[in-house]
């Protein structure tokens, strides 16, 4: 059975650390906490242990490939001026992960992007299908990110709003089902 990979992109206002893009920063681990948590998720790209004194992008991700950023990313590759905020996860279903983006703290998060982010003229999220023992890899969502921007939704890389099954037939979020299994509303 498929999965879903999903991957979202964003450029923050000021580089990790500042105090203007704190408060994200505060609210990333118990997020991924929520993510972790809810119903339908299977895993997150996740760097190997004890590499805190490494920047991103020279931290062993695992199975998740080499740590990349999409074309649309031109600032700094250091801790003190990266300023990039992605992630790469595996959801069970469509709903799954819609759910989470929409609902809980993710939610309250996203309704505060303007706040820390810059407007994005690339899309902030893409998602496809995977077999269900395969890990995407970061340099594929780089590629799905920058083809969603370069062709829109197709079955290679697509959007909630535009969403294909993993047969590759265009289809459609169940709302109502995606609330459900968030559970209560929060």
Same mark, same amino acid.
């Given at each position: 059975?498929?999965?879903?990979?999903?991957?979202?992109?964003?450029?923050?206002?000021?580089?990790?650390?500042?105090?203007?893009?704190?408060?994200?920063?505060?609210?990333?681990?118990?997020?991924?906490?929520?993510?972790?948590?809810?119903?339908?998720?299977?895993?997150?790209?996740?760097?190997?242990?004890?590499?805190?004194?490494?920047?991103?992008?020279?931290?062993?991700?695992?199975?998740?490939?080499?740590?990349? +950023?999409?074309? %649309?990313?031109? $600032? !700094?590759?250091?801790?003190? #001026?990266? @300023? /990039?905020?992605?992630?790469?996860? &595996?959801?069970?279903?469509?709903?799954? +992960?819609?759910? %989470?983006?929409? $609902? !809980?703290?993710?939610?309250? #998060?996203? @309704? /505060?992007?303007?706040?820390?982010? &810059?407007?994005?003229?690339?899309?902030?999220?893409?998602?496809?299908?995977?077999?269900?023992?395969?890990?995407? #890899?970061?340099?594929?969502?780089?590629?799905?990110?920058?083809?969603?921007?370069?062709?829109?939704?197709?079955?290679?890389?697509?959007?909630?709003?535009?969403?294909?099954?993993?047969?590759?037939?265009?289809?459609?979020?169940?709302?109502?089902?995606?609330?459900?299994?968030?559970?209560?509303?929060?």
């Amino acid at each position: 059975m498929a999965r879903v990979a999903f991957t979202t992109f964003a450029i923050l206002k000021e580089p990790y650390g500042h105090p203007e893009v704190q408060e994200f920063d505060d609210l990333t681990p118990p997020t991924f906490e929520e993510a972790e948590n809810s119903p339908g998720f299977v895993a997150r790209a996740k760097e190997e242990p004890n590499q805190s004194h490494l920047s991103n992008f020279h931290r062993d991700w695992g199975d998740w490939g080499k740590f990349e +950023v999409p074309r %649309f990313y031109t $600032g !700094g590759r250091t801790d003190e #001026t990266d @300023s /990039r905020a992605c992630t790469l996860s &595996l959801w069970a279903d469509l709903e799954s +992960v819609f759910a %989470f983006a929409y $609902g !809980g703290l993710h939610r309250t #998060t996203l @309704s /505060r992007r303007h706040e820390w982010f &810059l407007k994005p003229e690339w899309p902030t999220y893409a998602a496809w299908w995977v077999a269900d023992d395969a890990t995407p #890899t970061w340099a594929d969502a780089c590629v799905r990110l920058e083809h969603l921007h370069d062709h829109g939704s197709s079955p290679f890389s697509f959007s909630f709003r535009k969403p294909f099954d993993a047969d590759g037939a265009p289809t459609k979020v169940n709302a109502s089902a995606a609330r459900r299994a968030s559970g209560p509303a929060s």
